[in-house]
């Protein structure tokens, strides 16, 4: 966490900052270890001070603001960084603050709606915050990094993934082949899929890629529209400080010893697979290859 469907839910609710001109940017008190923040602090905030953002854009699992010189602010949360318009959910590990110029005409929104400032939140302080030049990001970041997961096609997936001798599961973690995909959202597609997360790429089926690539788009935009999911810890928030909703549509993450939703007479098992947590059905998600015959929507069938 968070991954691709909490980071564009992040996107969509700072977009109010867009037209907004940057008047500070200032690292609050903070007694926690310090994240990467890169350029200083005190040069980032001599080359931001009075640059307008223009656009909110997404990277995978990266928020980007970006500038009118085509630079941009590239925050990577990692394992539990948020990105907020409202108050933290606590004030001891916030770790930067950006703070927008009043508007200079009547505002056509109410006053409370107006965003002055940008808050960087992270509990862990593992995520980073780096201001990049059009090239550094084209050498240093998208060029590392597979097409987005939302606009991936079937047969970019094939191509990027279909050699490996990786577990599917595994596969689809890796950044530069297909970005934005972690490991709830791994497992909820293959479980929509019907592939056993264990099977290797080079011994998937025709049938089974072509159920793998409509359900990464299906899981991804569900959970988008839900605004991510917000785990047991209550970690993740969305701009406002609101907890997502999909976790609440999970069908196999953090079930295990739960019933299947699926065939009902199945049984959710964990596994480690990479050193990360593997939840799935072991009658849906058959190494047969054969897609399971209970209903399922019609844009993952065969």
């Known amino acids: 966490m968070p991954e691709l469907p909490e980071v564009e839910t992040m996107c969509r609710g700072i977009a109010p900052i867009i037209g907004r001109e940057i008047e500070r940017v200032e690292v609050p008190p903070c007694h926690c270890r310090p994240i990467t923040i890169e350029p200083s602090v005190r040069t980032l905030h001599r080359r931001l001070r009075g640059r307008a953002v223009t656009a909110i854009q997404r990277r995978g699992k990266r928020v980007m603001l970006c500038f009118d010189d085509r630079s941009r602010l590239v925050i990577e949360p990692r394992m539990t960084g948020l990105v907020l318009l409202a108050d933290p959910p606590d004030p001891d590990h916030l770790r930067l603050r950006i703070l927008f110029r009043p508007l200079s005409s009547p505002p ?70 297909v970005a934005g995909i972690g ?38 935009q569900d959970a988008i529209d839900h605004e991510g999911s917000t785990l047991s810890d209550g970690t993740y928030r969305n701009a406002l400080n609101d907890p997502g909703n999909y976790q609440n549509m999970h069908r196999v993450y953090d079930r295990e010893n739960l019933a299947c939703p699926r065939c009902e007479d199945g049984v959710i098992r964990r596994i480690v697979q990479a050193q990360r947590a593997t939840f799935f059905c072991p009658g849906c998600q058959r190494k047969s290859g054969r897609h399971p015959s209970v209903a399922m929507p019609d844009n993952v069938r065969n």
């Open 108 to 177: 056509t929104t109410p006053p409370h709606d107006i965003p002055t400032e940008l808050l960087l939140w992270d509990r862990r302080g593992l995520g980073t915050i780096r201001w990049m030049s059009e090239q550094d990001y084209r050498e240093k970041i998208d060029s590392r990094l597979g097409p987005d997961a939302m606009s991936i096609t079937a047969e970019e997936l094939r191509q990027n993934l279909a050699a490996s001798r990786r577990p599917i599961k595994v596969a689809l973690l890796d950044q530069s082949a």
């Open 183 to 220: 490991n709830l959202y791994a497992a909820e597609i293959l479980f929509l899929a019907g592939v056993d997360p264990r099977t290797r790429c080079d011994r998937l089926t025709k049938p089974q890629w072509e159920r793998i690539h409509p359900a990464i788009t299906l899981v991804l």
